[in-house]
């Protein structure tokens, strides 16, 4: 677990913590609700990190003077007079819970229920046992296997429902060649075509790429393909077909 000092690593924190959540906060802040259970040091404390950001959520954990605050997916702890900041996970050593993530797949769950699947590029399985959102990247070789196996996915009865992630950022090539295939006819045809190397006409359209890139940044997407799990687990990377369905079945 990573603490910091609040009088000692200010900087540390606005730079490499609070600045990078600050352009995350208005999407991870979709379908949550706050919940107030703070004190006067602790709101002073975020107002300062992150002014005019309201948390998703403020609970005491089971460690006395231990609160656990939650923009969207991204999960911090304080103590009760907001002297000390912690980042990292709580685990229940009895049964072996990690009940950070746990918290955190709740949120990202809400998340990705908050955006609709009309927006998606959807591959849907004719036998239906699951749903997996992936974040992709047109330029990303992992990408570009995985999806060259949807027959093998959509065989072991997952559904795939794509969502963009240009990773060079919005206005890069990747992101335009994203808009290309959502804007075109077919978005269906148009995503194995683009990953095969074709090019997609240029077209501009009202578009969820820009939406989708930044609920993937709120998400803790750092690279691509990135799965999520129905109950908002995160599978980071290219997963076989196979090992999906297992994974999924287990419940892991």
């Avoid at 954990?61 to 656990?68: A, Q, W």
């Avoid at 990292?88 to 797949?105: A, P, S, Y």
């Avoid at 206005?171 to 808009?179: C, E, G, I, L, R």
Wanted: charged letters at 25%.
């Amino acid at each position: 677990m990573t603490l910091f000092k609040k009088n000692k690593s200010k900087q540390i924190v606005k730079k490499n913590t609070v600045s990078a959540m600050a352009a995350l906060v208005a999407m991870s802040a979709l379908s949550m609700n706050v919940m107030a259970k703070s004190t006067p040091e602790l709101d002073a404390a975020l107002n300062n990190l992150m002014p005019g950001t309201a948390p998703s959520s403020i609970e005491e954990t089971s460690m006395p003077g231990i609160y656990e605050v939650s923009y969207g997916s991204t999960i911090f702890y304080f103590n009760k007079d907001a002297s000390l900041l912690f980042r990292g996970d709580i685990i229940d050593v009895k049964t072996r819970t990690n009940l950070t993530e746990k918290k955190r797949g709740e949120a990202r769950g809400k998340l990705l229920d908050s955006m609709e699947e009309s927006q998606m590029i959807v591959y849907p399985a004719k036998n239906e046992k699951a749903k997996v959102t992936v974040f992709t990247d047109i330029d990303c070789p992992y990408c570009v296997k995985l999806h060259r196996e949807m027959d093998d996915y959509n065989a072991e009865g997952i559904t795939i429902r794509y969502m963009a992630y240009p990773r060079a950022g919005i206005a890069s090539p990747s992101y335009q060649k994203a808009v290309n295939v959502w804007c075109s006819d077919d978005p269906a045809k148009a995503m194995g075509d683009a990953k095969e190397g074709e090019t997609i006409p240029n077209k501009t359209c009202d578009n969820p790429v820009a939406q989708q890139f930044q609920l993937g940044q709120a998400l803790g997407v750092q690279g691509t393909p990135a799965m999520f799990l129905e109950d908002g687990t995160s599978l980071p990377g290219y997963v076989p077909a196979k090992r999906l369905s297992t994974a999924i079945s287990s419940g892991k």
